[in-house]
């Protein structure tokens, strides 16, 4: 008995303290005459034969409002819709509160409560939407970054969950750079901006109700004669008298949006067919906007570009779009460098093939030419030799005699070719032996001079 009394407690205490979460949300921000709408929700409740109420109020506004509910707990969600009337209520940040209650034997529990804060304005509440190719261009930041060689379509976009404009005639001027484009009907604008830099844009959207249309009118006027103007310098909007102000709506949306130049011009410098040895150095330089990101890999020979690759780590480039490649191949073979860029608009994919080859083993080129050059000199040098020495031969004639030129006369001096002399030794030989015969002649030769007659000499004793 003294456990089921324990088990019982401890039922009941987890029974009372059992978790019960109250969440609350809202469509807003809404402008004023729109209405906003607050959702509750209630988690953690399993027990169906209960009843909660729920209570909603709004604290800051004045009068404020207020709401009690009285449901069964199959009901877990509820939404509460209040109009903020713009003759009563201007724009201003309120809290809407929700509490709920369990009925407990013969009063009411306080089980949750939730609060939130929400936003009542004066102007059309959205913003400006600007998209490339259909593509939503957006930074965390809040500026759109696009490419100067695309179009841009500029968009109006309204926050309007309950339809409230949807019976208004809106009139949209656009802005550039505080230079006036015009107004169209709807609030698209297409412009190319095709010089990179920043643009400040602009739409100054007017909503009214269209001059036919009275039923939704609230003090029942004819609008027929009623119309709006707008000064685009000032971007001013005048109401004219006696028209409600709550049938006129007006919002300005601004946009940052930076134009860049896409990656272009991609150049490849350096050699990409090297030898065996050497180290593959490319430049790769571009054209575009900075700032770029930028990576490389070694890819297989005969890899293809699929358009998913992308850098896991890459490099960037804040000044200049230039990098180098650097890399030394062990092996000869064709290797492709995978080279990937990008910048805020644009990204470039390349393959860039490097071949390795080997170069044949050839003898040192001195140990070739210097025989051959060697060669041709000796040649050369004989054949000089031979031709100046027939030269001289044919100029010189060496002749050998022994002169008694102590003795000789004038006439013994004169010049005799070889024949003569041949001739004359023969012609003294056989006189002297006719004129000495048997007499002592001197071991001095006789130099005999031209003419008929020889002179000759004895011995001296």
Not at 79 to 89: D, L, P, R
Not at 348 to 372: K, L, S
Not at 437 to 443: K, L, Q, R, T
Request: overall charge negative; charged content about 20%.
């Amino acid at each position: 008995m003294k456990f089921t009394s324990k088990v019982f407690f401890l039922i009941l205490v987890d029974k009372i303290f059992a978790e019960v979460v109250v969440n609350l949300s809202s469509d807003g921000p809404a402008v004023l005459d729109a209405p906003i709408t607050f959702t509750g929700e209630l988690e953690g409740v399993d027990d169906p034969n209960k009843f909660y109420k729920w209570q909603w109020y709004d604290r800051g506004a004045m009068p404020n409002h207020y709401k009690e509910t009285e449901v069964n707990s199959n009901i877990t969600a509820m939404n509460y819709t209040i109009t903020y009337n713009s003759k009563q209520y201007d724009s201003s940040t309120y809290k809407m509160v929700l509490t709920l209650f369990e009925y407990e034997f013969f009063y009411w529990r306080s089980i949750g409560k939730a609060e939130i804060l929400f936003r009542i304005t004066r102007e059309l509440n959205g913003h400006l939407e600007v998209r490339q190719g259909g593509s939503l261009q957006e930074t965390l930041s809040g500026e759109s970054i696009i490419s100067s060689i695309k179009e841009t379509q500029i968009e109006a976009v309204f926050h309007d969950p309950s339809h409230f404009l949807d019976d208004f005639v809106i009139r949209y001027f656009w802005f550039i750079n505080t230079v006036n484009y015009g107004m169209t009907q709807e609030g698209k604008f297409a412009y190319n901006f095709t010089k990179p830099g920043d643009y400040l844009v602009e739409v100054t959207a007017i909503a009214d109700f269209p001059s036919n249309d009275t039923k939704n009118i609230s003090d029942n006027r004819d609008m027929s004669d009623v119309s709006l103007s707008f000064n685009p310098d000032n971007r001013g909007i005048s109401v004219p008298q006696g028209q409600p102000k709550k049938e006129v709506k007006m919002a300005i949306f601004q946009k940052k949006i930076i134009s860049k130049q896409p990656i272009t011009n991609i150049t490849v410098l350096g050699e990409q067919m090297l030898k065996h040895g050497k180290l593959v150095d490319l430049d790769i330089s571009c054209s575009g906007s900075a700032p770029w990101l930028f990576c490389w890999s070694i890819k297989e020979k005969g890899y293809n570009i699929t358009g998913n690759e992308t850098c896991d780590t890459p490099t960037l480039l804040k000044t200049d779009c230039e990098f180098p490649i650097l890399w030394y191949f062990r092996q000869s073979d064709t290797y492709n460098v995978l080279v990937i860029l990008n910048n805020d608009v644009s990204s470039h994919i390349e393959v860039i093939p490097v071949t390795i080859y080997d170069v044949a083993t050839q003898a040192p080129f001195g140990i070739v030419i210097i025989p051959i050059v060697s060669s041709i000199m000796a040649v050369i040098m004989i054949i000089t030799g031979i031709a100046l020495h027939a030269h001289y031969r044919n100029r010189l004639a060496v002749e050998v005699a022994d002169f008694d030129f102590g003795h000789a006369e004038d006439e013994e001096l004169q010049y005799k070719s070889f024949w003569d002399r041949l001739r004359e030794s023969f012609g003294n030989h056989f006189t002297s032996d006719l004129e000495s015969e048997g007499s002592s002649v001197s071991g001095r030769r006789s130099v005999q001079m031209p003419g008929p007659v020889g002179i000759g000499y004895g011995s001296i004793t």
